[in-house]
């Protein structure tokens, strides 16, 4: 078969030209490198953490170093003649002249001080063929080999594979010197010190939560879970505000009229942008978003609600309203953010809505939650900026008479809690006083006066647990991989669904 090199062939030769040519490989290299390291079993460090059998091109290479790798691994001698005793019956080198191959490896190798390299090349020249299968499997698809997949999946199914590829072959990682990570924890204690309050990581517009937890933090992910009508989206704005504004400040300060770089993105899978933007804007102005959406304001608020739409607009925050989006396409458009704008923030609007990645089929629903949670703790990592999910709890917490959320309240809870570096419930003993109003009809008595009397006693005591729980939310922090647990008191204006700082000196006042 004659073979095209790359880039040749005329125009119009497409797939024919593509299936003419040789797979990338270097046969040259696999020989030199393995009669390096039958001639010296130290050079096996050279490559023991990138090189595997199946990187080889040449099968019988790849056998060879799989022995090579299981003696030196079990601290026995492989070379020419340990191998041939394993070689000698089965077989497997019959097609390239028997044991005595492994002798003319050794006449192959260049030197030992070159192992490393061939390593390199051997592993660059197996990417590149996969890379040639990504390309073939892309095309198969479009020309309908898996006409299940339309072709948006398809583009999220490549852009899967390439990400994996990358990922397990990034060639990152390793020891890092002790003194250069006591650099970096001297570094970022010394922010904390010079920022207001001890915040090391990005502001979350919380004054008590950045005191608890240092702000956030690159890399990580937290939850924030809470069940419905708890104000877990309204937190989530919150704080995405919040960050937003610390990173335009932040750019404002060196430079008035800097636009800044970098800035957070939000994930709304519930709401669409417009419906998320009004409860914005609602919280912002103080307006009622019910209001809004029916008209019923005047003048006047609507004046204030264009003024804060104004201020707002400046802030680096982006919206995403892709319904059932796939971790893939989230991770796609994030890097691409990151690149294009910068990026400090995900906020995702919540896990449960979002899909494994396409192609993928897991057997439950248990193990499509955590692909899903795996893959944002991987995003985190990868684009170094915290994610922050929200997530459902299971309806266990009404059956409970303490309604206060737990780890084991979440939905799918083992694969959520482990990839977490946090988890925070957001809780309003409010919402359930609602609920507990007393009722005469439910007391009994002597006559009339006593059943009244009972009824009056429940019900200024329930006034004044409904007094103390009047506008106030905690904010429970039941794992920190890096801090302490407890509970953060925080400011709730249900008219709005705004959060705030709990202002204690006032008789809980709003504290903003």
């Excluded at 010079?194 to 939850?223: A, C, E």
């Excluded at 709401?271 to 008209?295: F, K, V, Y």
């Excluded at 439950?364 to 893959?375: C, K, M, N, P, Y």
């Excluded at 009809?441 to 729980?469: N, P, T, Y």
Aim: with cysteine; aromatic share 6%.
């Amino acid at each position: 078969m004659n073979t095209i090199p790359p880039g040749g062939g005329a125009p119009g030769d497409g797939l024919l030209g593509l299936s003419q040519r040789l797979p990338p490989q270097n046969l040259e290299a696999e020989q030199a490198l393995l009669g390096a390291l039958l001639a010296n079993n130290k050079a096996y460090e050279r490559v023991s953490e990138f090189l595997a059998p199946h990187h080889f091109a040449d099968p019988v290479h790849g056998r060879i170093f799989g022995a090579i790798q299981r003696r030196v691994e079990n601290g026995a001698l492989a070379d020419a003649v340990t191998l041939r005793a394993e070689f000698e019956h089965n077989g497997l080198l019959d097609e390239v002249g028997g044991t005595a191959y492994l002798a003319q490896l050794l006449t192959a190798m260049v030197g030992i001080i070159n192992a490393g390299e061939y390593g390199k090349v051997i592993h660059d020249a197996w990417l590149r063929r996969q890379l040639v299968d990504v390309g073939e499997n892309v095309v198969n698809r479009a020309f309908g080999a898996e006409p299940e997949l339309d072709a948006r999946q398809q583009l999220e199914a490549a852009e899967q594979t390439l990400f994996d590829l990358a990922k397990d072959n990034a060639g990152e990682g390793g020891f890092i010197a002790f003194e250069k990570a006591l650099t970096a924890a001297v570094r970022q204690a010394s922010v904390a010190m010079s920022n207001p309050g001890g915040v090391s990581g990005l502001s979350t517009g919380l004054r008590d939560l950045d005191k608890k937890i240092g702000g956030l933090h690159k890399s990580d992910l937290l939850i924030l879970a809470g069940r419905p009508a708890m104000g877990k989206t309204a937190l989530a704005t919150k704080i995405a505000f919040g960050a937003a504004r610390a990173v335009l400040r932040k750019a404002r300060d060196a430079d008035p009229n800097a636009v800044p770089r970098g800035g957070v993105a939000v994930f709304s899978l519930e709401m669409s942008a417009d419906q998320l933007a009004t409860r914005l804007l609602a919280e912002e102005s103080r307006i009622s978003s019910d209001n809004i959406r029916r008209g019923d304001i005047h003048q006047a608020d609507f004046d204030r609600f264009f003024a804060a739409s104004r201020e707002l607009q400046a802030l680096p925050i982006w919206i995403d309203d892709t319904p059932a989006i796939t971790i893939s396409a989230l991770r796609t458009r994030c890097r691409r953010l990151q690149r294009q704008r910068g990026l400090d923030l995900i906020v995702v609007d919540y896990l449960q809505l979002m899909r494994p990645a396409a192609g993928t089929k897991p057997e439950s629903r248990v193990l499509e939650i955590s692909q899903i949670t795996q893959g944002l703790k991987a995003i985190a990592k990868e684009l170094a900026v915290p994610v922050i999910a929200l997530s459902q709890l299971s309806r266990q917490v009404e059956s409970r008479e303490d309604k206060r959320p737990q780890l084991s309240d979440l939905r799918e809870s083992g694969s959520i809690e482990q990839d977490a570096d946090m988890v925070m419930f957001i809780y309003r003993d409010e919402y359930y006083l609602q609920q507990q109003e007393p009722k005469p009809i439910a007391f009994e008595g002597r006559d009339e006066a006593d059943r009244q009397s009972k009824f009056e006693a429940a019900l200024d005591q329930w006034k004044k647990r409904m007094e103390e729980a009047y506008n106030k939310a905690d904010l429970i922090i039941a794992k920190q991989r890096h801090g302490p647990t407890g509970t953060v008191k925080l400011f709730f204006e249900a008219q709005y669904t705004r959060f705030g700082d709990l202002d204690t000196r006032h008789e809980g006042g709003y504290g903003d």
